[in-house]
Nanobody, 121 residues
Framework: QVQLVESGGGLVQPGGSLRLSCAASGSINSINVMAWYRQAPGKERELVAA???????DYAGSVKGRFTISLDNAKNTVYLQMNSLKPEDTAVYYCNADVSIPPLSRRYDFWGQGTQVTVSS
């Protein structure tokens, strides 16, 4: 099995910064894509940012220029640096990993437990 452990959420004032981390552990042959999603109250879960093992990156339009996703392949850890935070960024942030696991390297999707990010004065 694969476990995703997230950290770094919290309360921050508008304009502030937070850095989220998500470490994947367990039986992993390779990481294909790691991503961050978020879900605000009453809204559907949405993609925030994604990064492939080749460092191809995609951002939601609402966070471009403010958020930066990065992947440390050696540590199987993905980071989300969030700057210039706005109240509308308030949500539970979920880590997602598309990984290949032994013995046949089939691809599976795993989710973290979520971490709350609240942007408020």
């Amino acid at each position: 099995q694969v476990q995703l452990v997230e950290s770094g959420g919290g309360l921050v004032q508008p304009g502030g910064s937070l850095r989220l981390s998500c470490a994947a552990s367990g039986s992993i042959n390779s990481i294909n894509v790691m991503a961050w999603y978020r879900q605000a109250p009453g809204k559907e879960r949405e993609l925030v940012a994604a990064i492939t093992w080749r460092s191809t990156i995609d951002y939601a339009g609402s966070v471009k220029g403010r958020f930066t996703i990065s992947l440390d392949n050696a540590k199987n850890t993905v980071y989300l640096q969030m700057n210039s935070l706005k109240p509308e960024d308030t949500a539970v942030y979920y880590c997602n990993a598309d990984v290949s696991i032994p013995p046949l390297s089939r691809r599976y999707d795993f989710w973290g437990q979520g971490t709350q990010v609240t942007v408020s004065s």
